[in-house]
């Protein structure tokens, strides 16, 4: 079967480029009604019965019929059998993987992510204490393919934090369990794991059942099901991000080979549909190359008719009148990926605010961030950029003040509060504060 990519092409000196521009980056985060009601009925029912529920579910959307939860909870022994299955090749690539992504956690945390105190002029101490969350749940996707990387990027930064148990869920739709993802947890120190996926997994995680703990806080991307329920037990525990359809938008200048930022670009088309992959150039003879690079490559692709649907539904390349133009498009995406495929790399970054990961040069493919480059590749969508980052150890911690006031202290600071408290109509904080003035 022959598939065809037709992205659309723009360019910003066209008189209908900003409609056509703002036509193409549209995107709905909101979910149909009929999956909000079906996630709904799946939180209640998981709520109210538990482990029965969520073996009634993922025997229905699974296929993985068993009477007991216990079936589905794999051992530490099936993550070491599973690791110690794989050929040597993909064992020293995730173990790689895990030293460096580990390594960049835990630069990570040394950089302020510590308890720290300080005492002002009158002995008052003053500070933060960090500490870990206690629990936490990390979903790994298992439907149209399997994420060994995920699990790695979620486990790792809880465990350098500090988090005492990592519950891993994951789906093994009709049984089929991927040793690499089984693998990956046991090298990235996930505590328990449960075969299970979708909104049920959610929900148990988020309320707890009879079998699987409840978790402070669920990370991790899923499909629109999952994304929803995380959205519905959100409060009741924290969460990561809404995850939406993944995106990369490549800024090239016309130095790297074409076929390259064509590979690229099929990175992210090849996840689903519903991905965006994006080129700003202000060269567009290099545009029209990029696009017989795609002609061509498209064929030998096995996810072709993914990348087909993904690059012609949302796709773009997109030429500009320079890079400096090209630059302040991209703050206005905010996408997850952004690679600066140019000799200059380090001259236009200082223009980019807005993206999940910046990747800088020819040579540093987004895909080297997927896997095993170091920071974390669980990233904003969507926009989201502009408000928010990857996930870090930060994610798995949470900080307390501390806050010790001297006697001294309490002269110049209990003055202060009875003023602000009396000015509020707040009586007792007032006079919380006036007992402690020496009379």
């Known amino acids: 079967m022959k598939f065809i990519a037709s992205p659309v092409r723009l360019s910003s000196s066209e008189a209908d480029f900003e409609a056509r521009f703002q036509a193409r980056l549209h995107w709905s985060a909101e979910q149909d009604d009929a999956i909000e009601q079906r996630v709904a009925n799946i939180l209640a029912d998981v709520r109210q019965r538990g482990d029965a529920a969520v073996l009634e579910y993922t025997a229905r959307f699974d296929g993985l019929q068993t009477d007991h939860m216990a079936a589905l909870e794999l051992t530490t022994a099936e993550l070491q059998a599973a690791f110690d299955s794989l050929p040597p090749e993909q064992r020293s690539a995730l173990e790689q993987a895990a030293a460096r992504v580990r390594r960049y956690h835990e630069w990570q945390k040394s950089q302020g992510g510590e308890t720290a105190t300080y005492r002002d002029e009158d002995g008052t101490l003053l500070g933060q204490k960090v500490t870990p969350l206690d629990r936490v749940g990390i979903y790994v996707p298992g439907g149209k393919a399997a994420y060994p990387s995920s699990v790695l990027m979620n486990a790792i930064p809880a465990h350098v934090a500090g988090v005492a148990e990592i519950i891993m869920v994951v789906p093994t739709p009709k049984g089929e369990r991927n040793p690499l993802v089984l693998a990956a947890a046991h090298v990235a120190g996930v505590t328990r794991a449960f075969t299970i996926g979708g909104a049920q997994a959610v929900a148990a995680l988020a309320y707890g059942t009879a079998m699987i703990p409840k978790v402070d806080k669920i990370t991790g991307p899923g499909n629109a099901y999952v994304a929803s329920a995380k959205k519905h037990v959100f409060g009741t525990v924290g969460i990561d991000m809404i995850a939406g ?153 949470k900080r307390s003040s501390l806050i010790e006031v001297s006697a001294e202290g309490a002269q110049k600071l209990g003055r202060i509060a009875s003023v602000l408290a009396r000015g509020e109509g707040l009586q007792a904080h007032a006079g919380a504060a006036e007992m402690r003035l020496k009379r």
Request: hydrophobic share 40%; proline share 7%.
């Open 245 to 397: 359809p993944s995106e990369i938008l490549v800024l090239a200048d016309g130095s790297t080979p074409p076929d390259w930022v064509a590979m690229d670009l099929f990175s992210q088309a090849e996840h689903d549909e519903l991905a965006q992959s994006i080129l700003l150039s202000p060269d567009a003879a290099y545009i029209d190359h990029v696009q017989a690079e795609i002609d061509r490559l498209l064929p030998t692709m096995a996810r072709a008719e993914i990348i087909a649907k993904s690059l012609t539904d949302r796709g773009a390349l997109i030429h500009t009148r320079s890079m400096q133009e090209a630059c302040a498009l991209s703050n206005r995406i905010a996408p997850e990926h952004l690679e600066v495929s140019s000799r200059e790399p380090h001259r236009w970054e200082p223009l980019l605010k807005h993206a999940g990961a910046i990747f800088l040069g020819a040579y540093t493919s987004e895909s080297l961030g997927d896997y095993c480059a170091g920071p974390n590749h669980v990233l904003p969508t969507s926009g989201t950029a502009r408000f928010s980052g990857p996930l870090s150890v930060y994610d798995f911690q």
